[in-house]
């Protein structure tokens, strides 16, 4: 399991990018060779719960996540608030 949040906690997961975002990250997940059970969260932070093959590190996942959807949101949005996001 693992959570992080926005820049500052920042609320802006909103409602109308919440479901691509979990979608996105479900992909990196499988990416790597995990499998995501639950992702969900809030709009300043996202919760994982997933699963990981033994090679890969937990905190190289959680970096790949980070940057991976960090990048997407701000192609995505485009707008200064998305800086706050990873």
Known sequence: MSTFA????AP???ADMKEDLHAYMGGIVREIGGKAIIINGMPDHVHLFIYLPP?????????VLKANSSRWV???RPDPESRNFG
Do not use: C, F, N, S
């Not at 926005?6 to 906690?9: C, S």
């Not at 090679?55 to 970096?63: D, L, M, P, S």
């Open 12 to 14: 802006i997961i909103r």
């Open 74 to 76: 701000h192609e995505k």
């Open 55 to 63: 090679t890969v590190a937990i905190a190289e996942a959680v970096r």
């Open 6 to 9: 926005t820049k500052e906690r």
